[in-house]
Antibody
């Protein structure tokens, strides 16, 4: 059973860089069948896709965050990471890592996030 | 930019049927997936690729779609179905993932 677990500081100062890791157990992250994704949820708000990484290292980012986001992976450690620079209070959120399926069925592509970490709360405050 | 629109709140009487909708132009080109999120928990997938149910999801959950609208239907809603529900698909570029704003389902 694939398990994902986020880790990282729970408090980041404004203008600094938020860094989180997602450890994967019960399977390899190097599968070419799945992407690995970061998703966040501000307090009381909805889900926001941050970005995804494919096994080749190809990344896709939310256009609203692209200038500040980097997603990378360490296959040897079976984990992938998120860096978000120049954070502000608006980046305060629960951050989730997830397995991202992008596939085609009956001629239509779809995305689904079928395995999620438990989430980690990150507050941006001085 | 393209969007996925959901009603903010929906209610249903215990044991009755309810549909939660997700509207967006890109749903004509991409299938939606649906997530259930209970307070303090991570979201969990309940429907993918419009109408496919992951293993372990009760068959009272079903999905459908036509044109620019995707729907999640709960037939015989249970108290434990009270949760927030989110849809997702792609944006107009086809490169980025979008989530709907979420629907809070109350079971009366």
């Amino acid at each position: 059973q694939l398990l994902l677990r986020e880790s990282g500081p729970g408090l980041v100062k404004p203008s600094e860089t938020l860094s989180l890791s997602c450890s994967v157990s019960g399977g390899s992250i190097s599968s070419n069948s799945f992407y690995r994704a970061w998703i966040r949820q501000a307090p009381g708000k909805g889900l926001e896709w941050i970005g995804s990484i494919y096994h080749s290292g190809t990344t896709y980012y939310n256009p609203s965050l692209r200038s500040r986001v980097t997603i990378s992976e360490d296959v040897s450690q079976n984990q992938f990471s998120l860096r978000l620079s120049s954070v502000t209070a608006a980046d305060t959120a629960v951050y989730y890592c997830a397995r991202h399926v992008y596939d085609i069925l009956s001629g239509y592509y779809f995305d689904s996030f079928d395995v999620w970490g438990q989430g980690t709360m990150v507050a941006v405050s001085s | 930019s393209s969007e996925l629109t959901q009603d903010p709140a929906v209610s249903v009487a215990l044991g009755q049927t309810v549909s939660i909708t997700c509207q967006g132009d890109t749903l004509k080109s991409y299938y939606a997936s649906w997530y259930q999120q209970k307070p303090g928990q991570a979201p969990s997938l309940v429907i993918y690729a419009k109408d496919r149910r992951p293993s372990g999801i009760p068959d009272r959950f079903s999905g459908s779609g036509s044109g620019n609208t995707a729907s999640l239907t709960i037939t015989g809603a249970q108290a434990e179905d009270e949760a927030d529900y989110y849809c997702n698909s792609r944006d107009r570029s086809g490169t980025h993932v979008l989530f709907g704003g979420g629907t809070k389902l109350t079971v009366l």
